[in-house]
Nanobody
Framework: QVQLVESGGGLVQAGESLRLSCTAS????????VAWYRQAPGKQREMAAA???????NYANSVKGRFTISRDKAKNTVYLQMNSLKPEDTAVYYC????????????????WGQGTQVTVSS
C-alpha cells in the first residue's frame, strides 16, 4: 500500500528557514506529480508548490522566490525548502501525490500525507 510521510515541520521565527520532506513508500510504478498544500486555521487548503514527473515546478504567488520544491527520484522523496518565512506561512502543510501504484502501469490515484505543522512567530 502506498503511503506518504511528511517530516520537517516546526516552530521558527520570521526570516528563518525550514525544509519539509515527503517520502512515498510502497509499490510505486510512477509518481506523476507531487504538491505541497497548506491550510491555515479558518482558511481553505491552498497549493503552495508542485513538481511534475518531468520536473516542471509551479508555485503560488505568495511563496515565489522564497520556497523551492525539489525531488530525489531514487528516494521517492520531495522536498520543500522554505526560506524567509513569514507569520502568514503558518499552517499545516500536506503532501499530495498522484501515483501509479504497483509494478506495472496502472490508473493513477491521489494520495495525501498526514500533515506537518509549520509555525512562524513574529
Amino acid at each position: 500500500q502506498v503511503q506518504l510521510v511528511e517530516s520537517g515541520g516546526g516552530l521558527v521565527q520570521a526570516g528563518e528557514s525550514l525544509r519539509l520532506s515527503c517520502t512515498a513508500s510502497g509499490p510505486i510504478f510512477s509518481i506523476n506529480l507531487v504538491a505541497w498544500y497548506r491550510q491555515a486555521p479558518g482558511k481553505q487548503r491552498e497549493m503552495a508548490a508542485a513538481i511534475t514527473g518531468d520536473g516542471i515546478t509551479n508555485y503560488a504567488n505568495s511563496v515565489k522566490g522564497r520556497f523551492t520544491i525539489s525531488r530525489d527520484k531514487a528516494k521517492n522523496t520531495v522536498y520543500l525548502q522554505m526560506n524567509s518565512l513569514k507569520p502568514e506561512d503558518t499552517a499545516v502543510y500536506y503532501c499530495h501525490a498522484i501515483i501509479q501504484a504497483g509494478v506495472v502501469s496502472t490508473q493513477p490515484y491521489n494520495y495525501w500525507g498526514q500533515g506537518t505543522q509549520v509555525t512562524v512567530s513574529s
